[in-house]
C-alpha cells in the first residue's frame, strides 16, 4: 500500500559528504513523520534523525553534521550527510508514519560505507 524508494547511498570518504532521498509513494494522504534510521554489523537499528510535524530530532553523533528535511510535496525525504565518519557506515534504513500512532512503514534499506 505504501512503499519507500531510498537513493544515494554509496562509499565516500571520511569527511565526505553523501545526499540520501527516501520518496513515499502509494496511498498517501499526508505524513506525520519521516525520518532515518541505520544499523551497523553488529549494532543495534537507531535513530539518526527525524522529522515529525515541524520538529526534528537527530542522534547525538550526527548533531551537527547531518541534516533532514522534507519536501512535502514530493513525499520525499533528504538527510544531507556532511563530515562523514567511518563510523557512519551503516544500512540506511527510511521509515514514515503517515499519521500520529500509525504504523511506520519502512524502505528497504541502503549502504552507507565511509572509508579511505
Not at 3 to 32: D, T
Amino acid at each position: 500500500q505504501v512503499q519507500l524508494v531510498e537513493s544515494g547511498g554509496g562509499l565516500v570518504q571520511p569527511g565526505g559528504s553523501l545526499r540520501l532521498s527516501c520518496a513515499a509513494s502509494g496511498s498517501i494522504f499526508s505524513i506525520n513523520s519521516m525520518g532515518w534510521y541505520r544499523q551497523a554489523p553488529g549494532k543495534q537499528r537507531e535513530l539518526v534523525a527525524i522529522s515529525s510535524g515541524t520538529s526534528t530530532n537527530y542522534a547525538d553523533s550526527v548533531k551537527g553534521r547531518f541534516t533532514i528535511s522534507r519536501d512535502n510535496a514530493k513525499n520525499t525525504v533528504y538527510l544531507q550527510m556532511n563530515s562523514l565518519k567511518p563510523e557512519d557506515t551503516a544500512v540506511y534504513y527510511c521509515n514514515a508514519r503517515l499519521v500520529q500512532g500509525g504504523r511506520y512503514y519502512w524502505g528497504q534499506g541502503t549502504q552507507v560505507s565511509v572509508s579511505s
